[in-house]
């Protein structure tokens, strides 16, 4: 059933800054098969969207790929010049940002986003037929087609988030990175949202990475969801075992660290301490001072990150070697 | 004239009361429909100016220094011209330098400033250096030097105000650029694929235009001034031309006669029209960027 459509090895992002490189994302080896949607969770500052913006290449400066490779449908993403990277992006690979507030050209109608996304990558459609495929598309979204000359702020942010998703559509993208979707709706909407979202990748059949650090959100629509921890995946696996029987004490304590209407005020845990300044990252595995099963081992040596148990990739010396 | 004056405020204020714009109420703001009705009136005076003018203004109309009369509202000069005509004929010469200077400065600064902020790098620098230069300079001195260099004439008027006033668009749009640059609608655009030169003109260009509008008003003010600056050193049009700075010039030194009126009515129409556009450039300032409204 898995065709791969992005594969990731080794890839590593720095941002140097005045006091020190920063490792934003470090070694990461990941595959994303067509049609699933894999969840990304993760604290703040943990590396998450650095690790989508470096899939688009479009990391802020400083941001650079420092080393590995971004396999996109068969071609190393990396070794692509910047032309040709253009042309996949909105049209292969598009992305889906957290504020819909902000996300859309103030100055442009919705109508005029549609027409030129299409336009951009088929400059042989006409302005007319854009607008009807335009049309079509906000409608397919539940926005009344007649709206398609609205401007944004005519629009409610459900409304402009669904824009930015019918941009993200417009060209039957094989992967779709989801960028905080719903970070700034409110939970009505954000529901209606997964709804829809959930919806039209069945629908479509999309591949879509989902990054959040919401884990309702990815229990509500991943297929598979991957940890990060301080620019490192921690743990990948499907969903249900992921939550059922966590194997990583990193994810255990995110999990438990869920407020969560079942739980008694004893089992709500938090986990003490923070993420490690990632300037000058503890050595070793780089939970192990916050880690509850932290070994003398875990101090010195990192953990690789490999397959534990069958479809279930842990980096964690509680696994053997 | 006087009549004109008297009814279209009246008219305007009518029409724009109770008008909302953009949630602003017009005539709340101080800067209202008046201003506007004044360039107005300036603009229509400089096109209809051989009908309302009384008398030729280059060819002597009366005795020299006649007070202000019925038959020479505002007197007459040294050589018997009536100051009134002088000042409408004045008003073309005038609005034309300071039109031409700014759609000049309009012309070189907001590309280079939409370029310089988006590229970056070397060639920002670069710019910014030369413009900050510039900018650095004393606004009429550099005027004057270049004038001087390039000689009379409006044109050459023109392009010395216009030089002295490109610095004041490249760093707005500069700037402006910059910021917008980094707004999420431009990494949106840049994620769904769109070129270079789309976000640069479709992005971040309209999103300027409302700064870039106010500014465009605030500089015909300030070139007004700096016109008749330039008048009034001498490195005007034609001497015989009428001009309101170099008028002030050859009236200045009557005012010891006790001789008023060559210096204040040119003096005071300088004031009143940079003021008009100033006053406009805020009020539009105001209807473009709401958030700055007093509501």
């Not at chain 2, 004393?138 to 260099?149: E, M, S, T, V, Y």
């Amino acid at each position: 059933m898995s065709e791969p459509v992005l594969q990731l090895h080794n890839l590593s992002v720095d941002y140097p800054t005045r006091v020190g490189v920063v490792r934003g994302v470090d070694n990461v080896s990941m595959t994303v098969n067509r049609g699933e949607v894999l969840g990304l969770v993760g604290e703040s500052g943990c590396g998450k969207s650095t690790l989508g913006a470096a899939i688009m290449r479009l990391l802020r400066p400083p941001g650079k790929i420092v080393g590995g490779e971004i396999v996109f449908n068969g071609q190393d993403l990396i070794k692509l010049d910047k032309e040709a990277m253009r042309h996949l992006r909105g049209a292969h690979i598009s992305m889906i940002f957290q504020d819909p507030m902000t996300c859309l050209n103030p100055l442009q109608r919705v109508s005029d986003h549609v027409v030129e996304t299409i336009q951009t990558h088929h400059p042989e459609v006409k302005k007319e037929e854009a607008r009807e495929q335009a049309a079509k598309l906000i409608d397919r979204l539940g926005i009344r087609a007649e709206r398609i000359d609205d401007y944004p702020h005519q629009l409610s942010g459900g409304m402009r988030q669904r824009v930015m998703i019918g941009l993200a559509l417009a060209l039957n993208a094989d992967l779709i990175i989801a960028d905080e979707p719903t970070t700034s709706l409110d939970v009505i909407v954000e529901a209606q949202f997964l709804d829809q979202l959930r919806d039209l990748q069945r629908q479509f059949n999309l591949t879509i990475i989902l990054i959040t650090h919401n884990i309702g959100v990815v229990a509500e629509l991943a297929d598979r969801v991957a940890v990060m921890y301080a620019g490192k995946l921690m743990e990948l696996a499907d969903v249900f075992p992921l939550f059922d029987d966590p194997l990583h004490p990193y994810t255990r304590g995110l999990l438990n660290s869920v407020p969560n209407i079942n739980l008694t005020e004893d089992n709500l845990q938090i986990m003490s301490g923070s993420p490690p300044d990632l300037i000058d990252p503890p050595p070793g595995c780089k939970f192990h001072p916050r880690c509850p099963n932290a070994m003398e081992r875990c101090k010195t040596q990192e953990p690789p990150f490999k397959e534990v148990q069958p479809g279930r990739w842990a980096a964690c010396w509680l696994y053997g070697e | 004239m006087a009549q004109v004056a008297e009814i279209q405020p009246g008219l305007l204020a009518r029409f724009l009361r109770g008008r909302k714009w953009y949630g602003t109420e017009w005539y709340m703001t101080v800067t209202g429909g008046f201003i506007v009705v004044f360039i107005v009136v300036l603009t229509a005076l400089t096109f209809l100016t051989p009908n309302l003018a009384p008398y030729d203004p280059e060819i002597r109309t009366g005795d020299p220094f006649t007070s202000p009369s019925a038959e020479h509202i505002f007197g007459t000069d040294q050589l018997g011209r009536d100051i009134f005509s002088r000042i409408i004929y004045g008003a073309q010469i005038v609005l034309q330098v300071a039109l031409l200077s700014a759609t000049l400065s309009f012309i070189v600064g907001v590309p280079l400033g939409l370029v310089s902020g988006f590229l970056g790098g070397k060639l920002d620098r670069l710019l910014s250096l030369i413009m900050d230069s510039i900018y650095a300079f004393p606004g009429l001195i550099l005027a004057i030097a270049l004038a001087a260099l390039l000689g009379a004439g409006v044109l050459n008027m023109s392009i010395a105000i216009a030089t002295v006033y490109v610095p004041t668009f490249f760093r707005l749009v500069r700037g402006q650029v910059l910021s917008i640059k980094e707004e999420m609608y431009v990494e949106a655009a840049r994620s769904l694929g769109a070129r270079g030169r789309t976000i640069l003109w479709r992005y971040i260009f309209p999103n300027v235009i409302p700064s870039i509008v106010v500014v465009f008003s605030l500089n015909i003010a300030d070139a007004i001034i700096t016109e008749a600056g330039l008048a009034f050193v001498g490195l005007g049009v034609d001497p015989s031309k009428p001009d309101w700075g170099y008028d002030i010039y050859r009236g200045r030194s009557e005012l010891v006669g006790g001789r008023w009126w060559p210096v204040t009515f040119p003096g005071l129409a300088i004031a009143l029209v940079a003021l008009g556009f100033s006053m406009f450039g805020e009020g539009l300032s105001e209807i473009l960027n709401p958030r700055l409204t007093e509501v």
